[in-house]
Structures are given as C-alpha cells and as structure tokens.
C-alpha cells in the first residue's frame, strides 16, 4: 500500500494529500502523479477547451501541461498553491499551441481552423437537446477572440472575481474588465443576430 | 437594418454593467425592463449575455484514458531526459575508461618487466592482456544493461495492457 493509498485510507484532507504527492514529486518518485491529474483534470481539461474549443487540441496541451509540470516541480514553491502555477503553465502552452496554428495556417500548412471556429461540446444526456444546445453554443462562442473565451470562464465558469483574474492573466484589473465587457458585448451581438435581429 | 435608438443604447450599457458587476445583483431597473418588453433586439441581447455561464458544457472532458495517456507521456520524457544525460556523459566516460585502460596496459608491461627481459612484444602482450579483461568487464555490464531493458519493456507493456 502507498503512502497515499494510506492516507486515502486514513480519511485525509485532499489539500493535505496533494501537500504530501507534491513533496514526494520533488523528491524524484513519481507514482501518484495520477492523484494529481485525477484531482485537477475535469477543471484544466474544461479550461483548455475554454481556449482552444478543440477537444484532441485541449487533450495534447493536457498531456504537455503534465510533462511540463514534472520537467519544472523542483521550481515549484511549495509554500505556494499548485493550482495557479499549473494552469498558468496550461495556459502558456495552449497560447503558443494557438500561435503555431495560426501561423501554420498563414502560411498554408496545417489546419484552417486555427480559432476554433467549431466546438466540441459534451454531449447530454437528452440528444436532441444536447445537440441544440451543443449548436447554440458553438454559434456563440464561433469567432470569439481565445483570451475572449478564457475570461469568460475565469469569470463565470471558475467564478474568480476581477482581482483574482487579472493575477492568473498577469493583466491590469482595467484590462480585464474591458476584455469582459467586450466578450459580453460580442455575445450580446450574437445571440441577437441568431434571432434574426440586425441591430447596432 | 435600424439605426440603434438612444434607448437601446442606454439599456445594453446598464445591461452590460449589471452582468459585469460583482455584486451579481439580479434584479433590472424598471425602465430598462420596460424597454425590454417593447424592444426585441435588445432582449435577445440580454438572453446572449444571460447565456455567458452556460457556455461551457458542466459535463467533464476528462477521462480515465487521458489520465493514462499523460502518466505515459510524462514516462516517456523521463526516458528521453535519461537519453540526453547519457549522451552528455558519455566523452567523459569514454576519456576516463581509456585512461584507466592505458594505466592498466603500463602497470601490466612494469610487472612483466620484471620477470621478462624488457621487449616490444611485452607492450603488445599487455595490450591484448588488458584488452581482453576490459572486453569481458564490459560485455558482462553490456548483458547485465540489455536484461534490465528487456525487464523495463516487459514491465511498459504490462503497464499499457
């Protein structure tokens, strides 16, 4: 039985578990690096789409994220949360991710698609509805901007308020709040013109 | 296309402010709901900023598989890491067992200088003498290397089975 499986056993803190396989991550054993992946997978997994609104992209940037989190663990402080440094690192590679498509797709290589101009959505339980609503979103969020997309989810989805994402974005707290109002406008716009309505 | 009424323009801001406020106060003025009921494009437009925490689908993207795929990738670039540190120790180690190699060929011809009148074939016989010693040491490391491999590939397979 692992140390974790122990403590798991024992009815420990999920905070204090993580402390422990952080620990045992800095000193070079690596056997519950899974706990990790398992404790923050469904929320970096979320993020990624978030950006890329592809899932086999969302998936590549995971699996960098963690070779990436176990290349640098000793520059990890551990007197610091795990969660911010690891999306941090997430969200750098799936920027560069998105750079190089973009710039492959300028220069005629690759993908044409380098925005996500199309999602893929989890389907539902109900089909029919999962497939409207899998529709409806993606006609929303098609041609929104990334970074967009990623303060939208900070915001609503991960509900960090303003302060807490211009830290994670290392952006002023100024920037952050136009950059939502101006995901929130370029939404507003959308839906009115899925109804048919030309307004402004 | 109409022009966008002062109305509407007014209504989106304070919709707009109401959606990026903190304080996720719910309830809309009474003139801009007013404006709302008369105003079809504008309540689209509330209905798209209502839609924002709706967006991304609560289901998880995350799966076991995933899981695997990333424990086995992060094997792969710890190999990988190991590949490039032997290569980078490699002169090193080669300089080092030439030099030990070349003190055990003078240390061999001294000793047979002393039983032997001293020759060039003592050089040569020292040579092979130590030649042979040093081949069998390191095809003996060689195989011990091979069946910790043939072992670690057994185990990988295991592991991805």
């Known amino acids: 039985m692992t140390r974790l499986e122990q403590t798991e056993s024992a009815g420990l803190d999920p905070g204090v578990q993580e402390q422990e396989v952080l620990a045992e991550l800095r000193a070079g054993e690596r056997q519950n690096l899974g706990f990790l992946i398992d404790r923050y997978g469904a929320d970096l997994m979320s993020y990624l789409m978030a950006i890329t609104c592809k899932r086999d992209l969302s998936e590549d940037v995971f699996q960098d994220t963690w070779v990436r989190v176990m290349e640098r663990i000793r520059a990890f402080d551990p007197t610091r949360s795990f969660s911010p440094w690891l999306f941090r690192i997430a969200r750098n590679l799936a920027y560069d991710r998105l750079r190089l498509l973009r710039w492959k797709s300028r220069l005629g290589i690759g993908t044409a698609d380098p925005e996500g101009l199309t999602i893929d959505a989890a389907a539902s339980g109900d089909f029919r509805d999962g497939i409207m609503a899998r529709d409806l979103t993606s006609t929303l969020i098609a041609g929104l901007d990334p970074a967009l997309r990623e303060v939208i989810w900070l915001r609503f989805f991960s509900e960090m308020d303003y302060g807490q994402i211009a830290e994670h974005c290392r952006l002023p707290l100024g920037t952050v709040k136009s950059r939502l109002a101006r995901a929130l406008d370029q939404l507003g716009r959308r839906y009115q013109n899925l109804g048919g309505i030309d307004h402004a | ?161």
């Open chain 2, 1 to 161: 296309m109409h022009e966008v009424r002062d109305a509407c323009h007014d209504s989106r801001n304070a919709l707009l402010s109401q959606a990026l406020s903190e304080s996720r106060d719910l309830r809309t003025p009474p003139a801009i709901e007013e404006h709302l009921q008369n105003c079809e494009a504008c309540r689209l437009y509330a209905a798209g900023l209502a839609a924002a925490p709706s967006l991304f689908p609560g289901v998880s993207q995350y799966s076991p598989s995933l899981k695997v795929r990333c424990l086995n990738a992060v094997a792969a670039a710890d190999s990988t890491h190991d590949i490039r540190l032997g290569l980078l120790m490699a002169p090193p180690a080669a300089l080092s067992l030439l030099a030990m190699f070349l003190a055990q060929v003078y240390f061999l011809h001294l000793m047979l200088s002393k039983v032997f009148a001293s020759s060039p074939l003592l050089w040569v016989v020292s040579f092979a003498a130590a030649g042979t010693a040093g081949a069998a040491v390191g095809g003996l490391c060689l195989a011990l290397l091979l069946r910790r491999h043939a072992q670690d590939n057994r185990l990988r397979e295991v592991s991805h089975g």
